[in-house]
């Protein structure tokens, strides 16, 4: 993991937070989708990363991830558990970010400047919806290339270079949770994009193939609970082991402080 792979620009510092040992840009959904835009007209590289409790607890373990989200531009709050740490640990995040909603901020923003987007990912008939509907959505958004998310490690290169020939600016990666921070890791320089994220299912959701849990579900911070309770046997113990490392985690941290991060400090 060197550091030459992305440069770690930061342009937020001030409104950057630690939180249990990982950064965190503290702005609402509608600064990120600024901020992201912002970067990406300016060229500068952007990679964009969600952070749930499934993350923190895998981050606390494995130092690849850890370095993943460090190195990353922009880290937003995609579930309701980082809030609640952060409140628990006194600091201050305004709401959250969920990935899939930023993905779907940012496709009209491409159509309306004209930045050719690419969908990496997902099952082949779910990524060729996704992009039909993304294009029937915002007219005008050109997609410049798909491709689904089951092929082989040996093959990653010649995506990788399918995805640099297309001239996107905008990549999406749907390969669930840790391949496509293991992906971007080890690609995002080489594909010639500004601007990068990790999507996990947001191809099933844009696809009409996985519903989103209702707006109050989302808002009262359950949507872990209501997709295991879709998809029981896949998700269960993920979801209640999970969270239950996640809240020991932010205990553990509130013990040591009391805290266990920091305020936004002043900008350098
Ligand atoms: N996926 C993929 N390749 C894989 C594994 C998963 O393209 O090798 C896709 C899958 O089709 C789905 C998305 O990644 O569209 C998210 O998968 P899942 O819900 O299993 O991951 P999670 O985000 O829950 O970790």
New binding site residues.
Partial sequence: MTGDRFRPLGRVPSLRIELLGLPLDALTFDETVRLIVDRIARGEPTLQVSLNA?KYVRAAEDPLLRGFIRRAHVVSPDGAGPLWAARRLGLEVPERVPGVDLMLALLPEAARHGWPVFLL???PE??ERAAAEATRRWPGLQVAGTH????RADEEAAVVEQVRQSGARLLFV???????ERFLDRWFAKTGVTYAQG??????VLAG??RRAPEWIQRAGLEGVY?MMLEPR??WR?VVVDNARFIALVLRAARRRGGGGTRPGPAP
Wanted: without cysteine; proline residues 3%.
């Fill in positions: 499934a990912g997902a099952r779910v990524v689904h998310g089951y092929f749907a390969l669930g949770s840790p391949r496509q999507v996990g299912g947001g191809f099933d193939v996985a997709r896949k998700r993920r």
